[in-house]
């Protein structure tokens, strides 16, 4: 297991995030996973083993439980809380009130005690906000978060699921105004959705924020249980939550390339996938959730593959995004500045 730097921090995380959506199983992530406390204590452990020291939740997961289960399942195996580095989130719907959602000073307060409540935790080490929030100003947020940070409440910020131009807005308005800076954002991004790299991952290269990449294998997509053949395999979880989006025939392209390289390496088609995003010089960890223990065991093991320029080439022609503007006039113009 290696570990990278979170951003422009000093501080390490394992390269492989252990995710926790599948934990619970309440609400809408009934879809996802039911896991109980003993199998929660049995993945964590497994996975610590490995090497892995980030461990990534949310308040939304399960409505609560997830973090409940997590903070439950450190305190079972005897886990010292400052050899890991623990991650939540803030932002969704966590009651029928009017401000029991969203990016405001008020449930921002609100919801990092209640995630240090179930977490059984006085801090936490990355807190995430979810996504965007159109309605609160980003001031607002930005600064209730650096009072967070000052209180000792949570150690270092970071974003989720937003735009490149709200992603820049809020680090300039940091800068700016001498408060706390994200130093992540969490992501998805697969070798079946390359979309990031349009516009965000030229952003975190440039301003040294952390890329956390989530649902990297499409939502099960990339587990090798899909054919074009059989494009709703038994007992897969997209099959019944056909989330995220995926544009499928590029998909399968890609997994026409996949398959015969896990082949050639004695791999499985996910330990591939996988080793695709650890090759990506952006990404620094990769999150990884499952439902039972073959599932994480396989996936661990993508740490252990190596692609070799000539894997990586197929790869990157079977997935390659069409070209958009402004990217093919910036390329067709840079010609005569080049060092």
């Not at 992501?187 to 040294?208: C, F, H, M, N, S």
């Not at 019944?240 to 004695?266: H, Q, S, Y």
């Not at 396989?298 to 390659?320: F, R």
Request: aromatic share 8%; charged share 25%.
């Amino acid at each position: 297991m290696k570990y990278n730097l979170l951003g422009n921090t000093g501080l390490k995380v394992s390269e492989l995030c252990l995710g926790t959506m599948t934990y619970g199983g309440t609400g809408w992530a009934a879809a996802i996973g039911n896991l109980g406390q003993a199998a929660v204590d049995e993945q964590m452990k497994r996975a610590l083993d490995a090497g892995i020291n980030f461990i990534d939740t949310a308040n939304v997961y399960s409505e609560g439980l997830s973090e409940e289960l997590t903070g439950q399942a450190l305190h079972n195996l005897g886990i010292s809380r400052h050899d890991v580095v623990l991650a939540t989130k803030v932002r969704g719907k966590m009651g029928e009130g009017p401000n029991d959602a969203g990016l405001t000073r008020k449930h921002i307060l609100q919801q990092v005690d209640d995630s240090l409540r179930r977490l059984k935790t006085d801090y936490i080490d990355l807190y995430q906000t979810h996504s965007y929030d159109p309605l609160t100003p980003l001031e607002e947020t930005l600064r209730a978060l650096d009072d967070l940070v000052r209180s000792g409440k949570v150690r270092y910020i970071g974003a989720s699921n937003v735009a490149a131009w709200q992603l820049m807005k809020a680090l300039s308005y940091s800068t700016y105004n001498h408060v706390e800076k994200y130093v992540s954002l969490q992501a998805y991004y697969t070798v079946a959705g390359r979309d990031l790299e349009r516009e965000l991952i030229p952003l975190l290269q440039d301003q040294k924020v952390g890329l956390l990449v989530w649902s990297p294998l499409a939502g099960g997509f990339l587990s090798g249980k899909f054919t074009r053949e059989n494009q709703n395999a038994e007992g897969a979880r997209r099959s019944n939550f056909d989330f995220p989006p995926v544009d499928k025939e590029r998909a399968f392209d890609v997994l026409d390339v996949l398959r015969p390289l896990a082949d050639a390496k004695g791999v499985s088609v996910a330990q591939v996938a996988l080793a695709w995003l650890l090759h990506q010089p952006a990404v620094t960890s990769v999150i990884i959730g499952a439902k039972k223990m073959e599932q994480l065991e396989d996936n661990l093991k993508a740490v252990d593959v190596q692609l070799t320029p000539d894997d990586l080439q197929k790869l990157s022609e079977a997935s390659q995004l069409a070209p958009e503007y402004p990217g093919w006039m910036l390329d067709f113009t840079k010609g005569d500045r080049q060092a």
